[in-house]
Every structure is written in C-alpha cells, then in structure tokens.
C-alpha cells in the first residue's frame, strides 16, 4: 500500500495514513484508561506472566504495566509518566485530553487545513487558557487554611479504593504526612520534600486502622536478642562501616617471620573491631544503627554496653532517621590526628527506641526525635495488591498537598476548571479573524472530554450534563454578578450541576495547568509526523539488539 | 482500507467490563467452594500431594490453600487473605475465604441489575463499619488469670481441628507454653512463641505422650560417648564461636627459614587451643555448648576435666537454651564471666528416642523458652498436629493480650446479621440493597457450619433465624457436632473477638477491591519467552 520502492530495507507509511494510525493508537490508549477516571471511576488488574497480580486506578501505574507497543501511543505513555513525576496525579487526564485533542486535529487536518496551522492554534489555546485560569479561576490557598489541604487530598483519593469509605482518614493523613515533612532551612521558603514520608505497608487489620504513627518505624530487628528491647533516652549513632572482623582489603598480603606473630594479627582484627564499638558507646551512643554488618562475636559488646544494634540498615532509612533525630552518618571513624575516635556530637537523640511487632515482624519503634518529629505511616489492607493501590493513592495525595501547599493557588475540581475553560476559550475563538480560529474552537470542544467522561463512568446522562454545564458557565462569563458560578461542575452521585468549591472538590491549579500543557504538548509532538519508517529487524544480529 | 492498529502487545489477553467481574467472581467462589468443607468441628482433611511429590494432610485453610495452585488472579487474591488472617490473628483462615467469597457471590446480582460497584462497595464499607461496632458491643471481657477461662476460648479454637480428640492436652499444650513465653514490659505483652517456644515432632509413641518442657530440647547428642549424659544442676556455657584454631580474615603468609619455626607454629595452635579451653574451665562448667564446631584437641581437654561438649547447635536453639537457663551467649572465652554461666537448669540428660539423640536441658527454674514435643504415628500426622498447635497458641496469645471474647458457633455471625439488617431498614437508596448482601453473607457461617455436619440446612437454619429474630438471644449458635441450636454459653464455645473482626473486615476490603476491577489485562512482559521476540513489531499496513 503505503510501501514504496525505498532503498532502505523497511516499510514506510506517511501522509493521512500514518496520522490516522496513530491517532487510533493514541485513541485506544485514551479508552483503556477512560473507565478509571473520577470517583466513580473503576480499577484495572493487571497480571504479568509470572503471575504477579496489581491492582490500581492510577493512569501512569496502568500505562507503565500495560507495555504499549506503537511508537506514537509509547509517545503519550511517556508524557503521561512525566506528568506523574511533577505533579503526581492526574495523569488519566492527560491521557484522555491529549487522545481527545488528536482525535479533533485529525479531523481539521481531513477537512485541509494545514497541521501546522492546527499547531499554532493549539498553542494559542493552550497559552490562553493556562493564562485564564491563573488570573480568573484560581483561587489563593492563604485564606483557606488546613481545610482546603484535606479537600485537596479528598478529591485525589475520591477516585481510589480509599475514597469509598475512609477518604476522611486517609486525607488527613496524607495531610499530616506532608505538614511534617516541612522543613524551612532555606531562606526562600518551605520545603516538603516527599521523599521524606515513610511508609509501611503491612497486612491485616483493615485499611481504616491505617494511622500515621508518631515516630519512625525501621523495619529491621535486633541484630541480637540478647540486647535489650528498649532504651530511653535514647542516643543515637549511625555507622557506615562495617562491624565486622576488621580485614586487609583484596590483595594486602601480611608476610611474617616470626610464627609468634600471627596471632597478635588475629587478635588485633577482633580488637580493632572491640575498640570501634567501645568508642562509639563510651561516646555514650545506646543505639547503634549500621548499613554494614556486624560480627556475630561483636554482638556481645552492645548486649553488655545495654544498646540495641541493627544491622544492614538501608541508607535511605538512615538519612530519614539522621534527619529526625539530628544524628550525623559516620562513614569512617579516623580524625585529624590519626586515630580513631567519635564525637558525641554525631548522635541523635530520640525519647525512646524500642523494639515492636507489628503483625508478625520485628521492627524497631523511633519515638519522639529531638531535632524534627517523624511520622510513619502505616497502612493496613487485607492483602499486598490493595496495600499496595493504597499506597499508590497515597502518594498521588501527598504530591497534591504538596502542590496546594507550593503554588498557593487551588482550583474547583469536578469539572469544573475544564468547563470554565472551554467557555472562555470559545469566546476567545471567535474573536481571532484567521484559521486558527477553527483550532481553538475545537480545543474547546476537547476540553469538555473530561466532564463527559466523568459522567459517562457514573452512568448520567452526559449530554444533558455537560449541556446545562456549559449553560451554567457561560452564564457566569457573561454576566459579572454570576461570577461564583464559575466553580460549578458536576456533582456525580446525585448526577446534578453544583458549586464543586463550596462543596470541598478541589484541586491545585498547577496540577490543572500541567494536565494542559502535557496534553497539549503530546498532541502537538505526535500531529507533527507525517512519515513513519519503520526498519526490518536483520536476521542474525535482530535477537542480540533486542 | 487502514489495517488494524495494534497499540498492545499481541498476546496480552484482555477481559473487561462485565466480563471481567463474572470472572473475577467465580474465582473467588471456587477458591472458597474448596475449603469449604474444612470448616467447623466435622470438618474433613483435605490431602494435597505436592509437585514434589509430598503429602500435606490438613484442615487448615492457610496450609491447603497456600499448597494449591492457581493461575487466576482473582483466586489469588483470596487465597492471600488466609495468609493475612494467619499472619494477622492466626485463626479463622477458612472462614475468611468463605465469608469472601459468600460476599462476592451475592453482588454478582447488583452487577446484573446494573448497580454500579463503586455503590456496591460503599454500602459494603459501612456495614463493615457497622459489623465491627457490633461485634464489640456483643463482646464480652474475661479474666485471663482465672483458671479454667483461658482455657475454654482455647479448647473452642482445637474443637474444630484435627487433633479436637486430645483436646484437653494440646489446650494445656498451647497455654503453658504462651505463658512460659510470656513477656510483660508495662503495658505491652508480648508472646513472642515463634522464637521460643519451639516444636519437636518426634514421630513414633503416642500423641498422648506430648508435652511442654520446662526447659528446651533438641536433636543433639553430645560430642564424644564417653561423656556424662546426665548432669544433675549443670553449669552450662554457651559459645557462638569454634573452639578450635581459627585463622584470621586478613590474608597472611608466613615465610618460615628454619625448622623450628615451623614446629613452632604448630605449637602456637595448640596454644591457642588450650587457652580458649583453659579460660572455659576456670568456671567449672558441667556443660559447653557450641554453635560452631569444637576440636578434638579441645575435646581432650575438656573430657579429661568431665565437661560434656554439644558442638554445632542452631544459633536459634541456642538463643532459647539461653532463656531456658539463664546464661548469656559468649563469644571471646578471654571475657568469659561467672554471670554469663547458665546455672538454671535442673537437669541435663541426653536420652535416645528411637534411633536419634535427644538433649534435654529440663526443670528450668525461671525458663522463659520452652520446647513441645510432639509424639505421634507419622510425619504427616504431626506436620497437622503441629499447625493446629500453632493456631491454638496464637489464640491463646490473642486472648492474653486482649482478653475480650465473643461466641462462637455462628452466633456471633447470626447476631451480627441480624442487628445489621434491622439498621438497613433506615438506609436510604440503592446503598441498602448491597449493605443488607453483607448481613446475608454472614449467615454462610453458621449455614456451612450445619452442612458439614450433616443437619438439614433449612431447618437448623431458621430455628437459629427465629432465635435471633427479636435481637435478643444473641449467644445462640450452632452445635457443630449435633447440628441443633443451643446457647453457646452452656456449650462454653467462645472465640476471641479480635478473629472474628478480622475475619469480617478482610473479606469485605477484599471483595470490595476484587468489585472495583472493570478490567483484567494478563501476560504482560514476555520476557522468558524469547519465540515471541521477533514477532513484536506490529504489522500497520
């Protein structure tokens, strides 16, 4: 068909069939997705080969298991997984927005208009409405407080298997989670860093006993069950070296003469391990936490110093726990002078470490750090795929409330801001005199997808919805003293229009915003192609390469 | 014309909408359909031959589920609830499977009658809200420390096992040995039974002949015949290091230039023997015990002063023959101290059972470890018997940490049903309909209850109804063994609450999760299968 006599060895395929191709394939990703979007949205279970079963709601997790395979359908997973990293949620909507967006393009592209013209009056569309919502539609945080952060994390949850019965607990818990991680060092502001929230996924009980516990919860027993399982107060030491039989590296050879040499050398390997120990707890450390091992022989030393000892501890617990409890990682122990000593200075200090069980593991409890408090959060779920969706969810709330507590700047959700925006784009359109007009036209119309999809996953009406919908916002647009029905969307249990803002359904701005970038962005990338080339595998080198 | 485009991977296999919940559905019905039998005093075993060609012989649901293979993803899921219960509460593995799949079996008529899950799994989370608020009110408090009241929560939990015929023993099995293991720190108790109450399975005798040590034992013979194998108040060492020459980490070579020297080194080892032996016999000892290996020189020395050696224990042995004895495990001889000695043994005696060495360290005084032994016909018998003990003690260990109990028999079930479907009366909406399919589930308790013993269903089933029908007689249950409704509180069948209200909260998050799935997407990632590695660029034209 499309095939030509090339001289490469491969097919290619260009013009209007290559963009209908992957306009399809962008438009069968959107599909897979689209019945997970929005509270009433439903799950996917995913099962790869070994069996292994995951089950989840969020667009960028599905799209990651799904392994597409066309080229320009691996385009949008990518930009969808971007969207994951900065903002954390939303990805199902870029999804569907930019398949929605393509989909309308193609068609003006059918009808001769050029796709560069498109292109332009897409970015112009998309300029505009970024524009619109940050001056007209959003809303600053300040005056809302703690309140608005839950609702925030509500709405994020609302469409996961937590938002059902326990979004209240699991909002402010994420809430929580977030506000703790708050540390202001630099000049310029808060920092949340994300990375920071530690969470623990262990089975049993219910997902509504899921807590977020006051201290930090390592997940690691006692390297010796003759150490005590208590201790308070606690002194904390973190050690990057290993506790072991001290040893010459690989190839230092010790060459002797004297046979009553040889076992001053092996005494030596187990003193020098002693004197490490006995220099960390003489410094008064009664927690010694290290990423190495420590020998079997150098247990007894901290059972008779009464001090708990973990071994092979992970770094990134160790940098939460240096943190919290103002404890410096000690890498190796030499000073200035040549000897090895440790400064009490290095410890952290906590209220108390003490050994618990949660469900059938051993874990060590960090209670009430000096310098910064920690939180764990501890979910519990009936079994690992739902522990898991949960802690996905969880994530997805956190980077929400992060966002709200960064950009200061929140939105009505519901669809609400993709009403508004279609309204105000279709004004806009109409006062442009060129081409592009017909572009931002259909921008607008794109839009829309989002409210449509919302009510088709509730089993509404969507035509009827999304038309009174509009009417609502193009009331408030045109009439000044209407302006607070600019934050109507949909109410999808009861299938009415409704204030989405009073109502708690919220969400950042910046979220909102990148959804319309990426989705814009990815549309644009794959509209541009007219040509695709695809090479033959050769036959002896094909398996090597792949 | 376009040829299709293909966007996934060609042999992933999709099921979605409603496909894929029937499905999901009927995998779940068929895991519980399994076990269904095993539930209840006349419960049937289950065999299971193993891929290794293996016997498992059980009635637990965690132990036939966790052998049995499944490829569906949604059975899975069900089968992983019993190993949340197990690791969770340790009871109420196959009711947990049961009431899951009861529950998913109900909604499959919402589904028909076009209920969207996302409604079904609302009006399942409040009930379950609901359920557990119930069954705290119906609870009741014991006290633990009351003789004969720990027992009887205990004796319910072996009633329905296998081993149900020698209840009265392994009850006093499973409660002497959580006591022994016991631990109060303030308010927290811990039982920790894993590490320290070991379980011996010594086939051959008779089940009758098992018992709890004050002490531990295990299979070790001590190292040399000509020791003493009966001590009477030991001194007892525990090393966790050779006595024997050891070389050091660091690479080390020595040039030796005359033959002394080398008769030297060889005199140096032995030195070095000797003084690890002679630092151990300063103390006396009656016994040493070590977790690594002991060497035939240092036997001499420690034969010639009478000592009795037990080399190459398991590091776990040891840390309970520690707790048994009070000594403390040491690892440099030169830092040996009198305190570390273990002096809380009355009885060391190595005694033969059958063919094999057994080392009893006995008659502990303060022993906060313990070994069970465990006697009977085969190995098959006592793997069953040693599963029903370790549900036993986790029962008991429940109670003691928190004694509160509720009745069992499926009166909890039916109470719990009943009070939830007089509330549904006030629930408005489509909600209702799913809230009141939880209350029907719990009825599959008492129902498979009086199925396996071989009463008439309809019968049994609505005296227990019309028992329950004005909210009173809430400890009113089945009689597993006769099929007839009594008071639970007179047959003394009581269960610890915290199992009952795990068992209902994992079988409705998990069928509320398995409800939400619209879409089954399996054999993602091919990369065991190398066939398929060519074939996967699609063909667009």
């Known amino acids: 068909m499309a095939s030509q006599g090339l001289s490469v060895d491969g097919e290619r395929q260009h013009g209007q069939d290559v963009r209908t191709a992957n306009v399809t394939a962008c438009v069968a990703i959107s599909n897979i997705v689209k019945s997970s979007l929005g509270p009433v949205g439903l799950d996917k279970m995913l099962v790869d080969q070994v069996g292994d079963v995951t089950v989840t709601n969020d667009g960028a997790t599905i799209l990651k298991l799904l392994e597409v395979e066309h080229p320009a359908a691996k385009l949008l997973v990518e930009l969808a997984e971007q969207q994951d990293e900065e903002v954390g949620d939303g990805t199902t909507s870029v999804v569907i927005l930019a398949a929605e967006l393509l989909r309308r393009a193609n068609e003006l592209v059918r009808s001769r208009i050029h796709p560069t013209t498109v292109i332009a009056g897409y970015r112009l569309a998309m300029r505009e409405a970024c524009k619109y919502i940050k001056s007209t539609l959003a809303t600053p945080i300040d005056k809302l407080g703690r309140e608005a952060l839950v609702n925030a994390a509500k709405t994020s949850l609302s469409s996961k298997i937590l938002g059902s019965a326990e979004s209240d607990l699991f909002a402010n818990i994420a809430v929580d989670a977030v506000m703790a991680t708050k540390s202001s060092k630099k000049e310029d502001g808060e920092m949340y860093p994300l990375s920071s929230i530690h969470m623990l996924k262990a089975q049993g009980k219910s997902a509504s006993e899921s807590q977020i516990m006051q201290g930090y919860v390592l997940n690691a027993p006692r390297a010796s069950q003759s150490m005590p399982t208590s201790v308070s107060p606690a002194k904390i030491a973190l050690l990057g070296f290993d506790l072991r039989r001290a040893k010459m590296k690989m190839g230092v050879t010790v060459t002797l003469n004297n046979p009553e040499e040889i076992n001053k050398i092996q005494e030596k390997e187990i003193d020098l391990t002693a004197l490490r120990i006995q220099t960390v707890l003489n410094a008064g450390a009664n927690v010694i936490f290290t990423t190495k091992g420590i020998d079997d022989s150098a247990l007894k030393y901290f059972s008779g110093g009464n001090a708990i000892a973990c071994r092979r501890v992970t770094m990134k617990d160790m940098r939460r726990i240096a943190r919290a409890t103002g404890a410096t990682l000690q890498l190796n122990m030499a000073d200035l002078n040549g000897d090895e000593s440790f400064d009490p200075s290095m410890l952290g200090h906590a209220e108390e470490v003490y050994e618990d069980k949660i469900r059938d593991d051993t874990v060590m409890m960090i209670k009430g750090p000096k310098v910064q408090p920690i939180n764990t959060v501890l979910l519990r779920g009936p079994n690992e795929m739902m522990c898991d969706e949960m802690q996905r969810s969880l994530i997805d709330a956190t980077s929400v409330v992060k966002r709200m507590l960064d950009s200061n700047m929140v939105v009505a959700g519901g669809g609400a801001i993709e009403a508004a925006v279609s309204t105000h784009l279709e004004n806009f359109a109409t006062m442009l005199g060129s081409r592009e007009q017909l572009a931002i036209a259909e921008f607008a119309e794109a839009l829309l997808v989002i409210p449509k999809t919302l009510a088709v996953n509730a089993a509404k009406d969507a035509t009827d919805l999304v038309a009174k919908l509009r009417a609502v916002h193009s009331l408030a647009q045109s009439d000044p003293t209407k302006i607070s029905l600019s934050k109507c969307g949909l109410d999808l249990a009861e299938g009415a229009v409704r204030n989405n803002f009073n109502a708690g359904v919220i969400e950042p701005a910046v979220g909102k915003i990148k959804v319309i970038q990426f989705a814009t962005e990815a549309a644009l990338t794959v509209l541009r192609i007219d040509d695709l080339i695809k090479l033959n595998k050769k036959e002896n080198t094909g398996e090597a390469l792949e | ?541």
Not at chain 2, 65 to 88: F, G, W
Not at chain 2, 167 to 194: H, Q, S, Y
Not at chain 2, 400 to 429: D, F, N, R, Y
Not at chain 2, 498 to 513: D, G, L, N, P, Y
């Open chain 2, 1 to 541: 014309m376009q040829a299709p485009v293909l966007v996934l991977n060609e042999q992933t296999q999709r099921d979605t909408g409603r496909r894929a919940q029937l499905t999901n559905i009927a995998a779940a019905k068929a895991v519980s359909e399994i076990i269904r039998t095993t539930l209840g005093p006349r419960a049937m075993l289950k065999m299971i031959l193993d891929a290794s060609g293996g016997i498992v012989l059980t009635n637990d649901g965690n132990a036939i589920l966790r052998e049995i293979d499944v490829n569906h993803p949604a059975a899975k899921s069900i089968i992983e609830l019993s190993k949340t219960q197990d690791e969770e509460v340790g009871d109420g593995t196959t009711s947990v499977s049961v009431l899951a799949g009861e529950l998913l079996s109900l909604s499959e008529q919402f589904l028909e009658r076009n209920i969207h899950p996302t409604v079904v799994v609302n009006g399942f989370f409040r009930a379950l809200n609901d359920a557990v608020a119930i069954a705290e009110e119906l609870s009741m408090q014991i006290d633990v420390n009351k003789p004969g009241e720990l027992d009887k929560v205990v004796a319910s939990c072996v009633g329905t096992k296998y081993v149900s015929r020698y209840g009265d023993l392994m009850v006093k099995i499973a409660i002497d040995a959580v006591n022994t293991v016991k631990v109060e720190d303030g308010d927290r108790i811990t039982a920790d039974f894993k590490n320290y109450a070991k379980v011996e399975k010594i086939p051959g005798g008779d089940l009758n002949e098992s018992k709890v040590l004050s002490g531990v034992m295990f299979n070790k013979d001590v190292v040399s015949g000509t020791m003493r194998r009966r001590i009477e108040n030991p001194r007892i060492i525990l090393l966790d290091t050779p006595v024997q020459y050891q070389k050091g980490e660091s690479q080390t070579n020595i040039e030796l230039t005359k033959g002394e020297d080398f008769q030297r080194l060889m005199e140096l080892e032995e030195e070095y023997v000797q003084k690890i032996c002679e630092d151990i016999l300063k103390f006396n000892p009656d016994v040493v015990i070590s977790e690594k290996g002991i060497s035939d020189l240092a036997l001499h020395f420690f034969s010639k002063k009478n000592v009795s050696c037990i080399r190459r224990l398991r590091k776990t042995d040891n840390n309970r023959v520690a707790r048994a004895c009070g000594a403390t495990i040491v690892s440099r001889t030169d830092e040996l101290k009198e305190s570390d000695v273990g002096t809380g043994a009355g009885l060391f005696e190595v005694s033969k059972i059958g063919d094999e060495y057994f080392t009893y360290v006995v008659d502990c005084k303060d022993a906060k470890a313990c070994s069970i032994v465990l006697r009977g016909g085969s190995k098959d018998v006592l793997n069953e018997v040693e599963r029903n003990l370790q549900d036993a003690m986790c029962v008991a260990r429940n109670v003691v940490k928190k004694p509160t109990l509720v009745c069992g028999g499926g009166a909890i079930e039916m109470a719990i049903s009943h009070a939830l479907m007089e509330k549904s009366k006030s629930i408005e909406g489509v909600v209702q309909q799913p809230y009141q399919a939880v209350a029907q589930a719990l009825e599959v308790i008492p129902r498979t209850l009086v199925e396996n013993c071989g009463a008439s269903v309809v019968r049994v089933m609505t005296a227990l109804r019309a028992k329950h029908a004005n909210g009173e007689n809430t400890t009113f249950g089945v009689d597993g063994m006769k099929g007839e409704v009594v008071d639970m509180r007179t047959l003394g069948l009581f269960e610890p609450l915290e199992v009952k209200t795990q068992t209902i909260k994992t079988s409705v998050e998990a069928a509320a999760m398995l409800l939400r799935i619209d879409d089954v997407v399996s054999g993602i990632t091919r990369k065991q299968d190398p066939a398929s590695g060519p074939v996967q660029h699609d063909d667009d034209d």
